[in-house]
C-alpha cells in the first residue's frame, strides 16, 4: 500500500526489493576509483567494432539490462514493466535496446535524473500492484553526447573548469515483492527549479536548486533530519554543483548535509589523476555508481539508509540557443537494507 | 485496486474520472471538420509575436492545462503528479510549460503515443492512489517538427503522398477519483514492435504492427471482440498506416475491427479540402482529436465505450542517417461513459 504523505512524498509498504542489478562501462571509467565494482569493463569506445557511438550505447544499455535480469535469475518474459530512458533525442539508446527484448515499455525523460525516475516509478510499479517484477535502466555514452549537445569530438573543444564528463556507461535494476535486501522504502517525484544558468557548460549549477528543492521536501515532509541517513548520495552534480547544493541548503533551508553528502559525478572518477574537471555526469553516471558501489554496500550492510537524489538538467541545444535558461529537476529515492 | 488481467492489461475497479480537458490548436487545425470542438484556435503558427516555434509549442502546452485545470474547477496547486512529453529533442514543449507550473512531473517519451502513455498511467496514478488529481498532456507544432525531423521548412522540400502533416495542437486531462463519466476503465502499456520500415515519410506504416498487437493483446486479454467498442480509436495512422492495420489485423489475428475503426489523424483534417497527403500526425493529433470530439461524445453520451490505441514512431534523425529502421509502439487506454 502506498502511503502518501505530503503531496509528493510516497512511501511504500510493501517495501519493493531490488533483486538484481548490472553495471557496464567504458574504459575511462573502469580506470576511477570504482572499476572494481563494475560488472563488464570495455576498452574501446565503439564498444564493439561496427557499432556507432549510439548503437554503442544501446549495445551496453541491453547488456546492463541482461545482466541484472540473470542476477535476478529471471528473464525477460518474467518482466511485467519497464520503465528507461537516456539522454539522447528519442531516447534511442533505451528504445533500441528494448526493442529486441519485448517487455512492456514506458519510456521516460528526466535528463540526468532518469535513473532516480525510472527506480522510483519501477519501485511504485511494484508497490501498486501494476508489476510482480518491474525493471528500470538508463545509459549515457561520452562521445555521443558529446556530438549531440556540444561539439563533434574531432573540433577538439577546450572544456571550462565548470564542465563535467558525461560517463559512458549505463545500469540496470530489476525490482520485486521479494521481501529480500535492499529495498525502496519511499519515492518523491519533483518539480522543475531554474535559477536561470544558460551555461550548457555548468549543468552542476544548474541542477543544484532543484537538489536542493527536493532533499528540504523530503526531509520536511517525512519528519527527518540529514543525520537519518548513512548517505545523502545526489545524482550527478559533480563538485561546482555539490559547493552550491550544500552552500544553498545552509543558507535557504538551514540545512547541513554535509556530513553525509556524496556525489556520483564526483566518485566516478580520480581527479587527481583524471582530467575531468568538475567531474561525471549523463544518465549513466548516477546509473552505475547506485548498480555497483552502493548497492553493493547496502547489501553487504556497510551501510543501510541512503537518501539517492537523482538530478537532471533538462538542457536543449535548440532553446539554449534561443536564450532559454536550463530547468533542473531531482526525485528522490529512500534506499535501506 | 488494480485488477492485473494477463501480463500487462490493468482493469481499474476505481474508475479514475477525466473531470476536466482543453484542446488549443493551428489555425489549419482550426479549418479542420473538428474545429468547433477545440477550446482556442490560434491563427498564427507562432502562437504570439515574439515567440520561436518551440516557444509557441510551449505556449499552447501550457495553455491546454490551464483550459483542464480551469474546467476541472481546479488550480496547478491541487494536481499531485503531471505526466507529460512531446516530440522536440528533450521534450522541452513540456519542460518549458511545465516549469512555471511548480507540479511534481514525471517525464515521458513514447513519440505520437504518448498521449494514451501520459493518460494511462496518469489513470493508475489515480487508482493507486499516488495522486487524488493527476494530470497529462501533450502537443506538437507543425514547424518545430518539421525543422527537427526532416528539412528547414523554408527548403520546400516535396512531401511523398505516404507522409502525414504534425498537428499543432496541444490537448490536456485532469483526472481525479470522482465517479462521474467519462472514465478510464483499464490501461495496457505496449510493446516496441518493429517491422523494418526505413522511410521517415511514412510513418504510417511504421505504426501499424505495434498497434495491431497492442490491439490484437488487449482484446486477447481482456476476451473482448472489437464489437464490443463502440470504437476503436488509433493515435494518428493516418489513412496509410490505417490499412495496414486493418490488413495486418485481419491476416495475422483474424480480427475484423473495420466496421468499428476510427483514427485521429484520418479525422482531424478533410483529406478533400486540406492538403495534407496521409493525414495528420504529432503528440498533438490524438491529443487535440482526444480532448474535443470523443471526450466531449462519451460525456454527452452519444458514444459509450471507445478503445483509444496511441500510436508512436520512436523515429529518431540520427538513427535514420546510420540506416535503422524505425521501431514502433502502441498503448491503449479504454475509456467509458
Redesign the interface.
Known amino acids: 500500500?502506498?502511503d502518501?504523505k505530503g503531496?509528493?512524498l510516497?512511501v511504500l509498504t510493501e517495501k519493493p526489493s531490488i533483486i538484481g542489478w548490472g553495471a557496464v562501462v567504458g574504459k575511462f571509467e573502469g580506470e576511477g576509483p570504482l572499476g572494481g565494482g563494475f560488472d563488464k569493463i570495455y576498452n574501446s569506445d565503439l564498444i564493439e567494432s561496427g557499432l556507432?557511438w549510439?548503437?554503442a550505447e544501446s549495445h551496453i544499455h541491453s547488456e546492463a539490462i541482461d545482466i541484472a535480469l540473470k542476477k535476478s535469475s529471471l528473464t525477460k518474459n518474467d518482466i511485467?514493466?519497464c520503465l528507461s530512458?537516456d539522454l539522447?533525442?528519442?531516447?534511442?539508446a533505451s528504445?533500441?535496446s528494448?526493442?529486441a527484448k519485448?517487455?512492456?515499455?514506458?519510456?521516460?525523460?528526466?535528463?540526468c535524473s532518469t535513473m532516480a525516475?525510472s527506480l522510483g516509478?519501477a519501485a511504485?510499479a511494484v508497490e501498486?500492484?501494476?508489476a510482480c517484477n518491474s525493471l528500470c535502466a538508463t545509459s549515457s555514452h561520452f562521445c555521443s553526447a558529446e556530438r549531440?549537445f556540444r561539439f563533434p569530438l574531432e573540433y577538439g573543444g577546450v572544456r571550462p573548469p565548470t564542465a563535467q564528463r558525461t560517463v559512458t556507461g549505463s545500469g540496470a535494476m530489476v525490482l520485486s515483492k521479494h521481501s529480500s535486501k535492499p529495498y525502496v522504502n519511499a519515492v518523491?517525484?519533483?518539480?522543475?527549479e531554474?535559477y536561470g544558468i544558460t551555461d550548457a557548460n555548468n549543468m552542476g549549477a544548474a541542477m543544484a536548486p532543484a537538489a536542493a528543492l527536493t532533499i528540504n521536501e523530503f526531509l520536511t515532509q517525512a519528519k527527518l533530519s540529514p543525520m537519518d541517513f548513512d548517505m545523502i548520495l545526489t545524482g550527478d552534480l559533480g563538485s561546482v554543483g555539490s559547493d552550491l547544493l550544500k552552500e544553498l541548503l545552509q543558507s535557504k533551508y538551514k540545512l547541513d548535509i554535509s556530513n553525509v553528502h556524496r556525489d556520483c559525478g564526483i566518485m566516478i572518477y580520480d581527479s587527481e589523476v583524471q582530467d575531468v574537471h568538475a567531474g561525471g555526469s549523463g544518465c549513466g553516471c548516477s546509473a552505475v555508481v547506485l548498480c555497483s558501489e552502493i548497492l553493493n554496500s547496502l547489501m553487504q550492510g556497510n551501510i543501510s539508509s541512503v537518501l539517492f537524489v537523482g538530478t537532471g538538467a533538462?538542457?536543449?541545444?535548440?532553446?539554449s540557443q534561443?536564450g532559454?535558461s536550463i530547468?533542473g529537476?531531482a526525485h528522490a529515492v529512500w534506499l535501506k537494507n
Open positions: 500500500m502506498i502518501k503531496r509528493a510516497y556507432t549510439e548503437a511485467d514493466l530512458g539522447l533525442n528519442q531516447c534511442v528504445a533500441y528494448i526493442r519485448k517487455m512492456p515499455y514506458i519510456g521516460l525523460y528526466g535528463a525516475l516509478l511504485i501498486s500492484g501494476c549531440q518523491m517525484i519533483g518539480k522543475i531554474d533538462l538542457m536543449s541545444t535548440t532553446m534561443q532559454e530547468p529537476i
